[in-house]
C-alpha cells in the first residue's frame, strides 16, 4: 500500500484546511486509517483515527471539536479537516494505514506510512 499525503500550507491562525491522503491497492476499506504529526524537535503524536467503514472516529484532545477524520472508501481517501488552527498545530502531518479495519492511537500499529505534508499556522 502506498499513501500520498497533500493539502499542508501555510494559513493562519484560525484558519481551515482540509488534508487529504490517497491510498493505492483495492482493499481500503480493509484498513483503519490514522492521521500523526510531528513538530520540531518534537516526537511524533496521534491527532485522528477511523475505522476500515468509517463508523468510529477517535480524536486527541487537543484538537477534539476543532477537527474532523473522514473517509471516503469508493476513492481510497482519508481525510483531516481542520477548523480554527492554532500555532501549536504546526507539524508535518502523516497518513498511516493498519492492515486491520480497527481504529488505533499507537503508531506501532500502523503498516503503511506516506510521506508527510507540512502545515503551518501563524500567528
Do not use: H
Not at 484498513?31 to 468510529?56: L, N
Amino acid at each position: 500500500v502506498q499513501l500520498q499525503a497533500s493539502g499542508g500550507g501555510l494559513v493562519q491562525a484560525g484558519g481551515t484546511l482540509r488534508l487529504s491522503c490517497v491510498a493505492s491497492g483495492r482493499t481500503f476499506s480493509t484498513y483503519g486509517m490514522g492521521w500523526f504529526r510531528q513538530a520540531p524537535g518534537k516526537e511524533r503524536e496521534f491527532v485522528a483515527t477511523i475505522s476500515g467503514r468509517g463508523g468510529v472516529t477517535e480524536y486527541a484532545d487537543s484538537v477534539k471539536g476543532r477537527f474532523t477524520v473522514s473517509r471516503d472508501n469508493a476513492k481510497n481517501t482519508v481525510y483531516l479537516q481542520m477548523n480554527n488552527l492554532k500555532p501549536e498545530d504546526t507539524a508535518v502531518y502523516y497518513c498511516a494505514a493498519d492492515k486491520s479495519p480497527l481504529m488505533s492511537t499507537r503508531p506501532l500499529t500502523y503498516d503503511y506510512w506516506g510521506q508527510g505534508t507540512l502545515v503551518t499556522v501563524s500567528s
